[in-house]
Every structure is written in C-alpha cells, then in structure tokens.
C-alpha cells in the first residue's frame, strides 16, 4: 500500500507541475516591440470573406517570396520594411487561438521562445471556414520581442505552386 501512495503522490506532483508550466510559459518582463508596433487585429473590421485588392496581393506575393533572403533571426522591422505593418500582431505570452494545425506544432514546440506573431493576410475565408481557406504569412517573434525565429506560409498552394515554404 505505501508503494501506492507513493505511485500517486510522484504522478500527481508530476501532473501539478505539468500543468503550472503549461499556463505560465514565459516568466521573463514583457519585451517591448519595436518601432512602436503594438498588439492589434485589423481583421476585425473586414468584410469576410476578404481578399487583398489586387494592387496590394502581387505586392505582397512578391515581398512573401523575398523573405527567403533575410538572414536567420532577421528583426522584425526587416519583416516589416519588406512587407508593410502586419494587419494582426498577436501576444502569444498567454493562452492564444492556433489558426493551423502547422502553427499548433510550432507552438507546442517552442512557445517558450516565442512572444509574438506578425501576420499578413492575403485572403480570410468566412467564420464557418475555420481558416481553411484563409491565406496568410506570419512571423514568430521571439522572447527579445525583436528577432523573427519562426515563420510559416498557409495555403499558399492554392495560390502559386511556385512560391516555396521560406527557410528562416
């Protein structure tokens, strides 16, 4: 019976701590984000279903497809100088909504290096699409509130099959 006990007690503290480090992933001060962008969600105001103005959309392809050739851990103003401000930049410091099932690996990989996302859209399907006709670009910002570590490209095979997955 002590064995029992003792089974129970190491898989409960076990448990415990789980779940403590799994709600404060980041126990560092808040860093602040560069060139004054702050938390916001433009597409909030959009019409869904939303695509880029067409102006705008072979703009944004191409500035995607140039992100290939900033270097590794680039800042996030090299991100924005290349494609404009980001139409949401989200704290990830705290519970969040993954959009993707690739975003949800990246998180559970490595949330604890991660603070932030940039994201820019180029179309945003309907609330009853789940995101599975939204494409978008986005960059993971890291605990210095200023190095890009992470980015992911969603559903650009529906647009350009020639447009390849960046490699940070």
């Not at 602040?32 to 279903?49: M, R």
């Not at 990830?92 to 559970?108: D, I």
Request: charged share 15%; with cysteine; aromatic share 10%.
């Amino acid at each position: 019976m002590n064995r029992h006990v003792q089974k129970f007690s190491i898989g409960a503290i076990f448990s415990l701590t789980l779940s403590i480090g799994c709600q404060s992933p980041h126990t560092l001060p808040s860093p602040n984000l560069p060139d004054g962008l702050s938390i916001y969600d433009n597409t909030a105001s959009w019409t869904l279903p939303y695509k880029l103005p067409s102006e705008e959309y072979s703009t944004r392809i191409s500035a995607i497809s140039a992100v290939g050739a900033l270097p590794k851990a680039s800042s996030i103003t090299a991100y924005n100088q290349l494609l404009g401000k980001p139409d949401v930049i989200e704290d990830l410091r705290g519970p969040f909504n993954s959009t993707s099932a690739r975003e949800t690996m990246l998180m559970v990989d490595n949330r604890r290096y991660i603070s932030y996302k940039a994201k820019w859209y180029l179309q945003m399907g309907t609330p009853n699409s789940y995101g599975s006709n939204d494409i978008w670009f986005s960059a993971y910002i890291g605990a210095d509130g200023h190095s890009v570590l992470f980015v992911i490209k969603e559903n650009f095979k529906k647009l350009d099959p020639a447009i390849k997955q960046p490699n940070p």
